[in-house]
């Protein structure tokens, strides 16, 4: 069963005001907003046992491979596993980039709730320079060259 895509970016001028969350990762490491600032910023919400999730892992992470020494940066919120399953879940699907443990405070998905409603998981986040929701993926990313797309006009913004 495959998911329905629902992609929309946003043009500068309609953006919301800068996103600011934070939190631990699955490796016990603090991280916040503020880290990434200045560049682009993928946030992929996810869980464990969310088959699409499963799915879209791999795309994913050729996506941050991609990017790697470009301002890019990815980070997970995992909203329903403790750091065990979701360090497992990195193992088995080979995704490097971090993850925040969000599911004991909800604090990263209450963050983006006034400008980006998750609904429903996978969604997939791109934050402009100044951590403002850039393009919006809800639902299983279909190809990695969408979120490439999306990251690429985004990068050009701060040309």
Not at 82 to 108: H, M, R
């Amino acid at each position: 069963m495959s998911v329905d895509l629902t992609m929309t970016e946003f043009p500068v001028a309609e953006r919301g005001e800068p996103v600011d969350f934070g939190g631990v990762t699955e490796n016990g490491a603090q991280f916040s907003s503020d880290d990434t600032r200045g560049g682009v910023t993928v946030v992929n919400f996810w869980y464990a046992a969310c088959g699409p999730c499963r799915v879209e892992a791999k795309d994913l992470e050729a996506v941050w491979q991609e990017y790697e020494g470009q301002d890019v940066e990815f980070i997970g919120v995992n909203i329903y596993d403790q750091a065990d399953t979701a360090k497992a879940f990195a193992e088995q699907y080979g995704v490097t980039y971090p993850s925040l443990i969000d599911v004991n405070t909800g604090e990263a998905k209450l963050a983006f709730a006034r400008v980006a409603p998750t609904l429903a998981p996978p969604t997939t986040l791109v934050l402009d320079a100044e951590g403002r929701v850039a393009a919006r993926i809800l639902g299983q990313l279909q190809s990695p060259s969408i979120l490439s797309s999306m990251i690429d006009t985004v990068l050009k913004e701060s040309e």
